[in-house]
């Protein structure tokens, strides 16, 4: 009973790598979303997904790509890492109006 | 546009005392409303939800949260705290429309609960 899968669980870069963060599920769901989380700042939404093949941007989307090739894969990309990026990242995924079931995380830090 | 306020981003009680974490929301269509729960260095795990059934939502853990329209507010209380609930919670109200339902979430409340 995996539910949803993140990996890694924690990565150091230097400013300027590129790197992916992958998200799995294994429960059907159609919706997936990637938040990061910062102190005194919540969960903020980066891309999300109704569907395979259908991708669309959150609230801060600048710096990230996403695509959804398949109904369990969502991997969050980053381009061309700063340090503004360091974070906690979340991928979530739901069914239909069901809560959402979150993975996790990965702790990114980049120098 | 939807959005949430959690009042205090920190609550100190003792075990035993009454926990109350307050959320209040913004929304312009009647809204669905959680709590989560993040222990440390851990994922967020769902506490309870409101979806316009009843008004008092009774979740894990002993806690519930009553859903009052007239002062758009969600706050979460639980009777005794326990060591075992310092943690940091999170109010969500789900977004409509363009955000196709995604979470919209509260700064945090951190509980920490002494001896």
């Known amino acids: 009973n995996a539910g949803v899968t993140q990996t890694p669980k924690f990565q150091v870069l230097k400013t300027g790598q590129s790197m992916t963060l992958q998200c799995a599920q294994d429960?059907?769901?159609?919706?997936m979303s990637w938040y990061r989380q910062d102190p005194g700042m919540g969960l903020r939404l980066i891309h999300y997904s109704v569907g395979a093949g259908i991708t669309d941007q959150g609230e801060v989307p600048n710096g990230y790509n996403v695509s959804r090739s398949t109904t369990e894969d969502f991997p969050l990309r980053l381009l061309s890492a700063a340090p503004s990026q360091t974070s906690v990242y979340f991928c979530?995924?739901?069914?239909?109006?069901?809560?959402?079931?979150f993975g996790d995380g990965t702790r990114l830090s980049i120098l | 546009a939807q959005s949430v306020t959690q009042l205090g981003s920190h609550v100190s009680v003792s075990e035993g005392a009454l926990v109350l974490l307050r959320c209040n929301y913004s929304s312009s269509v009647p809204p669905y409303l959680f709590w989560y729960v993040q222990y440390p260095n851990q994922g967020l795990q769902l506490l309870l939800k409101y979806t316009s059934a009843a008004t008092l939502v009774k979740g894990i853990n002993g806690f519930e949260a009553e859903f009052k329209k007239s002062e758009t507010s969600f706050h979460l209380t639980k009777p005794s705290a326990h060591m075992s609930d310092a943690a940091e919670y999170f109010c969500a109200v789900r977004g409509f429309g363009g955000s196709q339902g995604n979470l919209i979430f509260g700064k945090g409340t951190k509980l920490s609960v002494k001896p």
């Open positions: 979530a995924s739901r069914a239909g109006s069901q809560p959402q079931h």
């Open positions: 429960m059907n769901h159609e919706y």
